[in-house]
Nanobody, 121 residues
Framework: HVQLVQSGGGLVQTGDSLRLSCAAS??????MAWFRQAPGKEREFLGN????????TYAESVQGRFVIFRDNAENTTYLQMNNLKPDDTAVYYC????????????????WGQGTQVTVSS
């Protein structure tokens, strides 16, 4: 079992940047992903970083604004969010899995506790 503990988040203004962190008990062999969920909406895939190939994939909605990077030595994954917009307001989750590198929540076994990001206009 892998524990994921998130930090970061908060209230920012349109155009601001924010970085979320996800500290793992161990990142070894894990594909790490970020999702978000706005009120009344389904959990949305933002991107993932694959362990073996050290590649990242992004959803079109955040491509070019959000960056995922991982520090395997520190067992921490980050979500750097730039040029934030009010539509980015949501609870953000990190997730990990050793088998899949997918885009759906059901493909991830381990989850962070979630952190609120609110972007004011």
């Amino acid at each position: 079992h892998v524990q994921l503990v998130q930090s970061g988040g908060g209230l920012v203004q349109t155009g601001d940047s924010l970085r979320l962190s996800c500290a793992a008990s161990s990142l070894y062999g894990l594909t790490m992903a970020w999702f978000r969920q706005a009120p009344g909406k389904e959990r949305e895939f933002l991107g993932n970083a694959i362990w073996s190939h050290k590649t990242t994939t992004y959803a079109e909605s955040v491509q070019g604004r959000f960056v995922i990077f991982r520090d395997n030595a520190e067992n921490t994954t980050y979500l750097q969010m730039n040029n934030l917009k009010p539509d980015d307001t949501a609870v953000y989750y990190c997730a990990g899995d050793r088998i899949y590198a997918g885009r759906t929540p059901r493909q991830y076994d381990f989850w962070g506790q979630g952190t609120q990001v609110t972007v004011s206009s």
